[in-house]
Structure formats: C-alpha cells, structure tokens
C-alpha cells in the first residue's frame, strides 16, 4: 500500500541523477555550446571581435532560457504528480477509514443483537419465574393470597402483552372453577355475592384484553356459569367485554354500566337488578329466557339484539335504541305485574311478534297492531326484520 502511496528508492534515485544530468548538459551548453555548433567561425574568436561575441552571448542566453523553463516544467510536473499521490494517499486513508467504520459499526449492530437477546431471555426468563410464582398464588386458599396472584398476573399483563391471551384464559377459568366449587359447597345453587378473587379477576380482564381479538376473545372471555353477581366495572375506562360469553352466568346486582358488549352472550344469564345502562349491546345475545327484571337499560344500544323470551319486567330502556331487536316471546310484563318501562315509539323499531307480552297501553298504541302483525308474518316466513315479505 505505501509502494503505491509513495515514490519507491529507485525512482528517486532516478530523478536525482537526471536532474544532475540536466544541470551538467546545461553548464557545458553554457560553456561550450557556441563552439560546438560554429566552432570553425569561433575557433579564433578576439576580444575585439564583438558580433562573434555578441553570438556567443545570444546563444548562452537562449540556453538559459531553455533550461529555466525545463526546470519549470519539471517543476510543474513533480509538483502535479506529488499531488496526484497525495490525493490517492487521502483516497485510500479516506476508504481505509470508512471500511474501518463500518466493520466497527457492523461490530456494534452486532453486539446491540447480543445484548438484546440476552435482555430478552433475561425478560422471558423473569417473567416465567413471575408467572409460577403468581399462579401458585392464584391456587392458594387464601384470598389475600388469591388476590396477590391475579394483580401479579396483571403486572405480567403489562410487560408482556404476548402472555395476555395465557392470562385472561387462566383467570377465566379460575373464575369458573371457584364458581363451580361454591355450588357444590352450597347444594348446587349460588351464592348470593361473589367472591372478592373472583370480582378482582374480572375487573382486571375487562381492562386489559383489547389485544385479543377473533375466534380467540370468545374462547378466553369465557364466564358461563361464572358467579359475578354484584361484580362491578364502575370507574373502568376500558371494560370491553365485547364478544365475551356469560351464558347461564350469575350476574344479578352487577354494574356493567357503559361497558362494550357488542356481540356478547347473556343467554340465560341472570341479570336481574343489573345496570347496563349506555352499555353498547349491539348483536348482543339476551336470549332464553335471559332474567333482565327491574335491569336498567337506560341510553343502551341494543340494535339487532336477540331478546327472544327474554324476561324484561320491570326493566329500565329509557332512551335506549332497540332497532331490529329481536323481541318475540319477550315479556315486557303485563297489566297487574311489573311493566317495563319503554314506549311505543321504540318497540316501533323492533321486532315485535304476537307472542310478545305487552302491557294494555303499548298493545294498543297507535299504530302498534299493525307492527306486530307485519313482524308476525317475518317470523313465520323466516326473514329478518326489515327485509320485507318475499312475494307469494
């Protein structure tokens, strides 16, 4: 590399001996050159021969001339050729230096990778250690202990969102697990509250499961015949429950209050005296003759909800939106029990069937009949409300 950088001994050597070359031709150009080219003239040359003289002086004059500006192009052209080394020289420290900079860059991606999957086996070993050890809590006869697991299993939650589904499968579960051990410690039938474990499991999984979704969110949110009665999501900003199957579960007293339930399944659930007030129940499933008496409805959306035999007296749908809610077999109570408290103008929107139970005033209020005869024949023709009669 320096060979190519640098004049080698040799060649400046070389250079040495053709500038002394040239200075001696120069000198003897000097002194003898007139004499070698008219030495016959010259041979005799007097003092007092002054236009031979003034030749010789001419001629030295010349020779002069011609070596200053030899010198001036050798000059020139050891000047632009140390030049063009130096800048090959600055070339090749410049790519000397940035090869050394990327292999050093390469060499620090490098060790960042290590240093990374170290951290994150160090992360996925810590946070297994934390998960026995929360799940051993979870399984603990004490609630305190109980209690100590499942906000564990919360934190876990937090730094490493991929073992959400894991978790809220797994505190689900423990919810159905302890529900089915009070029935049997209890003659089959549930208790009247549930269970302080319990209620704090489903606090923290209807705040911390919007990452799962699809065929996934129906099977972990799973609390069929889960006791959550008088469980509460007051003060929860994110209760998405949408999807989450709570079918023959016992949630009577429970505040759901403005909590997501789109797509929910409360099919035979017990929500008597619940509040689901501006909850969002589109497609909701409150079927089966689901318990909804004296359950506040208030500002609730419930379009395209399936009500079918639902028991709803008593309940509260103030401002709630039933449109395409389907309410065939539904009881709204009749004259002498507990009427439910909805007007006409909304069961207008819904699907009302003649097996549906309405109190006197909303039977007959304007326009009602007619309604209910149109829905009739939807439901024995088998079409969705709205969809329109096919054609005989």
Same mark, same amino acid.
């Given at each position: @590399?320096q060979?190519?950088?640098?004049?080698?001994?040799?060649?400046?050597?070389s250079?040495i001996?053709?500038?002394?070359?040239?200075? !001696?031709?120069?000198?003897?150009?000097?002194?003898?050159?007139p004499?070698w080219l008219?030495?016959?003239?010259?041979a005799?040359?007097?003092?007092?021969?002054a236009?031979?003289?003034? @030749?010789?002086?001419?001629?030295?004059t010349?020779v *002069?001339?011609f070596?200053?500006?030899?010198v001036?192009?050798?000059?020139?052209?050891l000047?632009?050729?140390n030049?063009? *080394?130096?800048r090959e020289?600055?070339?090749?420290t410049?790519?000397?230096?940035?090869?050394?900079?990327? @292999?050093?860059?390469?060499n620090?991606e490098?060790?960042? @990778?290590?240093?990374?999957?170290?951290?994150?086996l160090?992360?996925?070993e810590?946070?297994t250690?934390?998960?026995?050890?929360? !799940?051993?809590?979870?399984a603990?006869?004490? #609630?305190?202990?109980?209690?100590?697991?499942?906000?564990?299993?919360?934190?876990?939650?937090?730094?490493s969102p991929?073992?959400?589904?894991t978790?809220?499968?797994?505190?689900?579960?423990s919810?159905?697990?302890?529900?089915?051990k009070?029935?049997?410690?209890?003659?089959?039938?549930?208790?009247?509250?549930?269970r302080?474990p319990d209620?704090a499991?489903?606090?923290v999984?209807?705040r911390?499961?919007n990452?799962?979704?699809?065929?996934?969110?129906?099977?972990a949110l799973n609390?069929?015949?889960g +006791?959550?009665a008088?469980a509460s999501?007051?003060?929860?900003?994110?209760? /998405?429950l949408?999807?989450?199957?709570?079918t023959? /579960?016992?949630? #009577? +007293?429970?505040q759901? +209050?403005?909590a997501?339930l789109?797509?929910?399944?409360?099919?035979?659930?017990?929500?008597?005296?619940?509040n689901?007030g501006?909850?969002?129940?589109?497609?909701? &499933?409150?079927d089966?003759? /689901?318990d909804?008496?004296?359950a506040v409805?208030?500002y609730?959306?419930?379009?395209n909800? #399936?009500l079918?035999s639902?028991?709803?007296?008593?309940?509260?749908f103030r401002?709630?939106?039933?449109?395409?809610?389907?309410l065939?077999e539904a +009881?709204?109570g !009749?004259?002498?029990?507990?009427i439910?408290?909805?007007?006409?103008?909304?069961?207008?929107?819904?699907?009302?069937t003649?097996?549906?139970?309405?109190?006197s &005033?909303?039977?007959?209020a304007?326009g009602m009949?007619?309604h *209910?005869?149109?829905?009739?024949?939807?439901?024995?023709?088998?079409?969705?409300?709205?969809?329109?009669?096919?054609s005989?």
């Amino acid at each position: @590399m320096q060979q190519q950088q640098q004049p080698s001994r040799r060649e400046q050597i070389s250079w040495i001996f053709v500038g002394l070359a040239v200075v !001696v031709g120069l000198a003897l150009l000097l002194a003898k050159g007139p004499w070698w080219l008219d030495g016959r003239h010259l041979a005799d040359l007097k003092k007092e021969d002054a236009p031979k003289a003034v @030749m010789v002086t001419g001629f030295r004059t010349a020779v *002069v001339t011609f070596g200053l500006a030899t010198v001036a192009v050798l000059g020139s052209y050891l000047t632009w050729r140390n030049l063009q *080394v130096t800048r090959e020289a600055l070339r090749q420290t410049r790519e000397r230096d940035d090869n050394q900079h990327a @292999m050093a860059q390469k060499n620090l991606e490098h060790t960042r @990778m290590i240093d990374r999957e170290k951290q994150d086996l160090a992360r996925d070993e810590n946070v297994t250690e934390r998960f026995v050890k929360a !799940v051993g809590l979870l399984a603990a006869e004490s #609630n305190t202990s109980q209690l100590g697991g499942i906000y564990a299993l919360e934190r876990i939650m937090t730094d490493s969102p991929e073992d959400a589904l894991t978790i809220v499968q797994l505190l689900a579960g423990s919810i159905r697990e302890s529900s089915k051990k009070q029935r049997s410690e209890n003659d089959g039938k549930d208790p009247e509250t549930v269970r302080e474990p319990d209620r704090a499991a489903f606090t923290v999984i209807a705040r911390r499961n919007n990452g799962i979704s699809g065929t996934e969110r129906t099977r972990a949110l799973n609390f069929r015949r889960g +006791n959550l009665a008088g469980a509460s999501l007051a003060g929860i900003d994110a209760s /998405a429950l949408f999807g989450a199957d709570f079918t023959s /579960a016992k949630l #009577n +007293n429970s505040q759901f +209050n403005g909590a997501s339930l789109m797509g929910a399944i409360f099919s035979k659930a017990n929500l008597k005296w619940a509040n689901l007030g501006h909850c969002d129940l589109r497609d909701a &499933h409150l079927d089966q003759e /689901a318990d909804l008496r004296h359950a506040v409805l208030d500002y609730a959306d419930l379009t395209n909800a #399936n009500l079918r035999s639902a028991q709803v007296q008593g309940a509260s749908f103030r401002s709630s939106d039933l449109a395409g809610a389907d309410l065939h077999e539904a +009881n709204f109570g !009749v004259d002498g029990d507990s009427i439910a408290i909805v007007e006409s103008k909304q069961l207008l929107k819904a699907h009302v069937t003649s097996s549906t139970r309405l109190p006197s &005033h909303l039977k007959n209020a304007p326009g009602m009949k007619e309604h *209910v005869e149109r829905c009739t024949q939807e439901h024995i023709a088998g079409v969705k409300h709205g969809e329109g009669l096919p054609s005989s």
